[in-house]
C-alpha cells in the first residue's frame, strides 16, 4: 500500500509539471511570435509588452487570489482542471484575432485561466510530500515552467516555420491563417486533452494530514471567492469594507483609490509626452480623447494597486491568521519583494530575447529552436540542480536557500550584462546558457520558504500572493517599460539592460529575509495561535526564544 503510494504521488507531480509546462507554453509563446504579430498587425514595441505583460499579468494576478481562495477552500483538483480547459481553449481563441484588442482581449483570458493552476498544484504537492522534501519537489515541479518556456520558442519557431514554408502566401492558406495564428491553435488544443486526463486520473488528498493539522472543514467555497472579488472591484468593496470594518477603514480605502487614480493619471500624463505621436498606438477615440497603449497599461495597473491594496485590508478584517502570517509578516513582505524584482528582470528578459536577437543578431525562427532547446535544457537542470542544493542548505543554516538564491542572483546579473552587449552570437549562446541556469536555481527555493511560513490552509493563498507580485510588479511593470524605453530611445538593448538593476533589489531583500528567517519559521504556530488559528496544545509547545523579538506589522489582534 505504501509503495502505491509513493508512485502514485510522484505521478502526481509528473502531470503537474506537465500541466505547468502547457501553461508557460500557453503564456510565452507570443515571445517567438512577436515578430510576426507586429508585422502583421503594426504593433509597436510597447504594445508587444502590454500583450506580453500587462493584459496577461493584471488578470493572472488578481484573480490568482479568488482562485487560489477556491482551491484551498474547495477542490484543489477540479480548480486545477477547470482552469486548464478554460484557457486553453482562449489561447486557441487567440489564433483568430484580427487586431490588437481582440489579441488583448484573449490574452487576458488566458491570464484568468492559468491564475488557477499554480495554487491549487502548489497546495496538492504540500499535501503529498513531507516538509523535508518541500524545496526538491517544489524545484522539481517548477522544471515544467522552463521546459514550457523553452518548448514554447521550440514549438512556436517549428509551426510558425513549417507554415510558412506550406503556405508562402497566407491568403492560400486554410482559413487565411498566419503562422503565427496557426501556432495559437497548435498549442492550445493540446491543454483540452490534458484537462481531462487530470480529472480522470488525480485524486483530492485531505489537506493537511501529513503535518497533523487535517482540515475537515474548508468552508463555502463560493463564498470565499466572491469576497474575495468583492473586496477588491468597487463600489463593492466600499460596501464590504463598510459592513465588515469601521468608517476609518472606508475612509483609508477610498482614499487609496483616490491618490491611486491620481498617480496613474499623472503616470499616463507624463509618459505620453515621451512619446511621438506616431508610437502613441491609439486604440479607439471618444471625442478628444484617445485611448492609446499607454493609457490602457497604467490604468491596469493603477487598478491592480487599488485591487491589491483593497483585498489586503478586507483580509485584514476578516481572517486575522492569515494576514498575520503573510502582510503582517515584514519577512514574508520581504519575499514578495523578490518576487516581484526579479520577475521584473525575469520576464523583461525573456519577453524581448528573440526580438532582440532578431533585431541585433540577425535570429530567424530556426534560431528559435536552438534558443527554446536551450532554454528548456538549462531551465530544468537548473531548477533540479537549486532545490538539492537548496535542501542541503538549509539542512546546514536557516537560511540556506536564501544564500543559494542570493548566488544564483548575482550569476543572473553577470550573464545577463555579457549577453545582451554580445556583438557574436557564440558569446550570446554561451550567456544565455548559463545565465538561464541562474535565472532557474533560486525559484523552487523561494517557493519553499514561502510555504514554510505559513499555515497547510494558506499555502494556495501564500503562492498566489508570491504570483501576485510577480505578475503585477514583474510582468505588469517590465516589459511594458522595456518596450516603452526602446520606443521612446530606440535602443532595446539598453532598455533590456536596464532591467537588470531589478536584481540588486531582490538581493537587498532576501539579505533581511537570511536576518529573521530562523525566527519567524520557529514562531508560525505560535503567531497563528496568538492570532486565533485552533491549534492543539500539543502541537504548540514552548515558545522558542528567539522569536520574543519576531517582526510583525500592526498591532495585536483582540481576542474575547
Known sequence: ?????????????????????????DRQIITVLAPFIKKDLDLTDAQIGLLYGTAFALFYGVFG?????????????????GGLLFWSIMTALSGLSGSFAHLTMARVGVGIGEASASPAAISLL??????????????????????????????????????????PDPASAPFGFAGWQA?????????????????????????????????????VPLRGVLFDLAAMIPPFSFALIARRGTPRHLLQNIGGAAVIALVAWQV??????????????????????????????????????????????????????????TAGSRTFLALLGVSGFMGICANSLFAFVFLYAHRYLGFEPEQGLVLGAIGAATGVLGASIGGVL????????????VFVSIAAMILLFLCSFVQYQA??????????????????????????????????????????LKALSTSVIGLGLGPYVVGLTSDVTGDLRGAILASLYSIPCAILCLLYVAK?????????????????????????????????SAPAIGPAPQRG
Not at 487570489?65 to 482542471?81: F, G, N, Q, Y
Not at 504540500?126 to 522544471?143: N, P
Not at 557564440?426 to 523561494?446: D, E, K, N, R
Open 1 to 25: 500500500m505504501r509503495a502505491m503510494k509513493n508512485w502514485y504521488r510522484w505521478y502526481v507531480l509528473g502531470v503537474l509539471v506537465l500541466i505547468y509546462m502547457v501553461n508557460q507554453i
Open 65 to 81: 487570489v479568488p482562485l487560489s481562495k477556491l482551491a484551498d477552500a474547495w477542490h484543489r483538483v477540479r480548480t486545477l482542471w
Open 126 to 167: 504540500g499535501d503529498l510530500f513531507e516538509k523535508e522534501k518541500r524545496s526538491t519537489v517544489l524545484s522539481l515541479y517548477t522544471t515544467g515552467s522552463y521546459l514550457g518556456i523553452g518548448a514554447s520558442l521550440v514549438v512556436g519557431g517549428a509551426i510558425v516555420s513549417a507554415w510558412s514554408a506550406a503556405y
Open 183 to 219: 501556432a495559437f491553435f497548435g498549442v492550445g488544443i493540446p491543454g483540452l486533452f490534458l484537462a481531462l486526463l487530470v480529472a480522470l486520473t488525480v485524486r483530492e488528498p485531505t489537506p493537511g494530514a501529513l503535518e497533523a493539522l487535517p482540515q475537515t472543514n474548508r468552508g
Open 268 to 325: 499616463i500624463v507624463h509618459t505620453d509626452k515621451l512619446l511621438p505621436p506616431a508610437k502613441r498606438a491609439v486604440i479607439t477615440q471618444w471625442g478628444e480623447f484617445l485611448l492609446t497603449t499607454n493609457v490602457v497599461q497604467w490604468m491596469a495597473i493603477g487598478i491592480a494597486a487599488y485591487a491589491v491594496l483593497s483585498w489586503l485590508q478586507a483580509v485584514k478584517i476578516s481572517d486575522v491568521v492569515t494576514y498575520r502570517l
Open 390 to 401: 537548496g535542501d542541503i542548505a538549509k539542512r546546514r543554516h536557516p537560511a540556506g536557500r
Open 423 to 464: 556583438g557574436d552570437r557564440t558569446t550570446f549562446y554561451v550567456a544565455f546558457t548559463i545565465g538561464s541556469i541562474a535565472m532557474t536555481l533560486w525559484v523552487g527555493c523561494m517557493h519553499a520558504t514561502a510555504q514554510d511560513l505559513v499555515l497547510p490552509r494558506m499555502r494556495g493563498i501564500a503562492f498566489a
Open 516 to 548: 529573521t528567517l530562523a525566527r519567524e519559521e520557529a514562531s508560525v504556530l505560535h503567531r497563528a495561535h496568538a492570532a486565533g488559528e485552533p491549534i492543539p496544545e500539543a502541537l504548540l509547545g514552548p515558545l522558542p526564544e528567539a522569536t520574543v
